[in-house]
């Protein structure tokens, strides 16, 4: 019975080992699924933090938009507005130059009337 027994422990042993590595492969799967689950924890942190830095560029993009679109229109209105006052001044000056031709030609006229005046005496 010796053979028999030896042939007991030669299985038991086998069993054993069996069970070991079925509680490692447990262990080993477990330790696996740990690791996905955290790489997968690490890549969805990863995507959120982009989505949030892509939110923020497009609400700074669109902020700078809006501020150059009130810069521009500032700009414009700027432009009109002096638009506006050089022909103001231009329409002023060009009234001015006109009054002050039609005082030289009366003025011109009122000297050519002394000159006659003062021609026929002076013959």
């Known amino acids: 019975m010796h053979e028999g027994d030896a042939l007991q422990k030669a299985l038991s042993a086998a069993n054993d ?3 070991q590595l079925r509680a490692t ?5 477990e330790q696996l699924q740990s690791v996905r689950a955290g790489e997968e924890d690490r890549v969805q942190h990863a995507v959120v933090a982009a989505n949030d830095e892509i939110r923020q560029l497009r609400a700074s993009i ?3 938009r ?10 414009e209105a700027k432009l009109r507005e002096n638009d506006l006052r ?4 231009q329409a002023e000056l ?3 130059i006109a009054s002050l031709r039609e005082r030289l030609e009366a003025l011109d006229e009122i000297i050519k009337k ?8 002076a013959s």
Request: hydrophobic share 35%.
């Open 86 to 89: 050089r022909q103001h001044e």
């Open 94 to 96: 060009q009234q001015t």
């Open 25 to 29: 492969v447990v262990a080993l799967r």
């Open 114 to 121: 002394s000159n006659r005046a003062e021609s026929p005496a």
């Open 62 to 64: 669109a902020e700078m």
């Open 17 to 19: 080992e069996i069970i």
């Open 66 to 75: 809006n501020e150059l679109d009130l810069r521009e229109e500032t700009f």
